[in-house]
């Protein structure tokens, strides 16, 4: 029988990854009603401007606010140049729109760094403490409080600053929203910024937990996505529990030989039973 504690501790710190990624999806969703594919890539490409100005003799700290500065602005300029013009769309229409935008910065990045096996280090790689038994790094400590702290601030900010019940209204009703005096474009805008923030900040912490690499980040944001639809799109703390239940699940099944190499379709079960959950019809007993 496997020791699965270590997978645990493992599989927390790479369920905040997604944490911070859902939340970024939901939060865009409800505030523009876009069902942002480009998530994973615009955090792949934040990695790889990080690890670029590492390798070029920069100094850490700064390589890491630049990617992510890189991953908010790329963020903010798809909203306001091709969101806006595909705003009147259906909601397919509008996702196959990022997943274009997601597979434009995939081939980006596949013809400017290639696939060579990378690792995105950071300093706090090299510091640790025992937890239950297994070592725990720094990096992984700070993933899970990030993780946790985003998911609070968030919700609150939703909840109580005027920007978020904004948002809030956006998501019940644009048009009406619009007519009450409500700029529209500017909270799509701030929208669109944070959900680059989150995605630039989960894509460096990924780069380092797992390995740097364009396909492989981008398609991080599948658990991403199966997490928001757990939330509906709609509810924090619902995705915060999916996400980290894929998270984790996915690290428990790495040492179990007959499912570990499968482990990967886990977002997917768990996305299909959560819409098999949404749909269940109530079952009437005819005496």
Known sequence: MPDFTPFLVSGLALAATYVLS????????????????????VGALAAFISWSIVEHGGPAALSWLVGVAVAAILSLA???????????????TRAVATLSFALILLGFM????????RRLRLPTDTMSF???????????AIAFGLGVSVTAVVMLFLSYSRMGLQMRALASNRELSAMLGVRVFRIDGWAWVISGVL??????LLADLQRLSGQALTFAVIPAIAAAVI????????????????????????????????????????????MLWMQRKPVFVYR
């Open 199 to 204: 995605a630039g900040v989960s894509g460096v």
């Open 110 to 117: 596949g013809y400017l760094w290639g696939e060579a096996p």
């Open 130 to 140: 025992e937890l239950l038994g297994v070592h725990v790094t720094l990096t992984r």
């Open 22 to 41: 859902a939340v970024g999806i939901v939060v865009l969703y409800r505030a523009s009603g876009v069902v942002n594919f480009a998530q994973g890539a």
């Open 78 to 92: 798809y909203g306001s140049v091709i969101a806006t013009r595909v705003v009147s769309t259906d909601p397919i």
């Open 231 to 274: 939330g509906r799109f709609a509810s924090l703390p619902a995705t915060v529990a999916g996400a980290l239940a894929i998270g984790v699940c996915e690290a428990l099944l790495t040492p179990v030989p007959v499912i570990g190499p499968f482990r990967s379709a886990t977002p997917f079960i768990f996305a299909v039973g959560a």
